[in-house]
């Protein structure tokens, strides 16, 4: 529910100037009758007698037809004239609280960390001001540091591509150079190397691919009934040789079975980018742990490894599009800076929830689920 605004310095001020204005005209109109009936009266007569040669009885006839008898249309033309004069002055209040709320509209779109100050009667419309200032802001940082760490992957992307072009391009050259003369095991080598490195170089393109479908479409989902505990193990299956190569086991404990709804595909992804981003960030020779678990209608599954400490300012932001912890980048662990982004927009189209947390050299992954 949207708080309301607190005006009432405003409206008390506003009440206070009406109400000045009211008793004033009223005085202005009680002096005005006062004085035609009494000490202006005698005045306008004398006058008359004095200056225009009227006798005392015309004179007094004259103030009796032209003043007494019209005294109240006199009187409203008074009032007219000056409540007139009085608006004018009001209007002039009014507007400058405008020109304050221009003035600070004019801060909002300034290169400036400056607060907005306004006055006394406008403080709600300042605080509102200053939390769009704020939000103003940080979007800008947030855009900018976007925009930043796009270019960096790109730069990135752009070097990585190149070394195992490079690679496979240096290869071949040599192969057809030395057609005839290596031995077999010698051109199996090379041929090895190649396609280990066209590999690598698929994978690189792929992530551009990602890059510009997980940013230009949304994600459209065909769910139905999965067992994660089954989808877990045909993960843990596919990245068996990875681990071993590191000395790593991956090990699912908790639940036989628990089912979700949801698309297997998109799941799928989701389970591999987080293996792929446990084994590239855990020490060797450490267990990566998956764990399945229930809490009332929600499903939880749980990635967990040993790795170094992430601090806490950067659990958050490692969800993040293009985020990336290790800024020096390696073209062997880790990747464009996706994979968690893409599975946290995944996890969410499928009204769940996934956060990271790490203490102790522990990273723990978590993702809740619906299970209807």
């Not at 005392?56 to 007139?84: D, G, K, P, S």
């Not at 998956?290 to 929600?298: F, M, N, V, Y």
Request: charged share 20%; proline share 2%; with cysteine.
């Amino acid at each position: 529910m949207t708080k309301k605004n607190d005006y009432s310095l405003f409206k008390r001020k506003i009440l206070r100037r009406i109400s000045l204005i009211i008793v004033g005209t009223g005085i202005i109109l009680f002096v005005l009758q006062s004085m035609a009936r009494g000490v202006a009266g005698d005045w306008i007569v004398n006058s008359l007698v004095n200056n225009f040669g009227f006798t005392q009885e015309t004179a007094f006839y004259v103030h009796q037809n032209l003043v007494r008898n019209n005294l109240l249309i006199i009187m409203m033309i008074v009032a007219i004239v000056a409540l007139f004069i009085i608006f004018r002055v009001y209007t002039d209040f009014v507007t400058s609280y405008f020109d304050e709320i221009a003035n600070g509209m004019d801060k909002l779109i300034e290169e400036t960390e400056d607060s907005i100050e306004l006055s006394l009667e406008m403080k709600s419309i300042e605080s509102k001001m200053n939390q769009v200032n704020q939000i103003i802001k940080k979007r800008e940082r947030g855009a900018k540091e976007a925009e930043q760490r796009k270019n960096d992957l790109v730069m990135y992307l752009a070097h990585d591509i190149r070394t195992p072009l490079t690679s496979i391009v240096g290869y071949l050259n040599l192969l057809q150079e030395t057609s005839g003369t290596l031995s077999q095991e010698q051109q199996a080598r090379y041929i090895d190397l190649t396609l280990d490195k066209s590999y690598r170089l698929e994978g690189l393109v792929n992530e551009f691919f990602d890059i510009t479908r997980f940013n230009l479409q949304e994600i459209t989902l065909s769910k139905q009934p999965i067992d994660v505990r089954m989808l877990a193990e045909q993960v843990a299956d596919e990245f068996y040789i990875n681990g071993q190569t590191r000395g790593q086991e991956i090990v699912i404990t908790g639940l036989t079975s628990l089912t979700v709804l949801a698309d297997p595909d998109k799941l799928g992804r989701v389970f591999t980018n987080l293996m792929k981003n446990a084994l590239a960030y855990s020490f060797e020779q450490t267990p990566i742990e998956l764990t399945i678990a229930q809490t009332g209608s929600d499903g939880i599954i749980r990635f967990k490894n040993q790795g170094p400490d992430i601090p806490q300012e950067m659990q958050v932001a490692v969800f993040d599009k293009f985020y990336r912890m290790d800024h020096s980048r390696s073209s062997q662990t880790g990747g464009s800076g996706l994979g968690l982004s893409i599975a946290k927009e995944i996890v969410l189209a499928h009204q769940g929830g996934i956060q990271l947390t790490s203490k102790d050299n522990w990273i723990v992954v978590e993702i809740c689920l619906p299970m209807h």
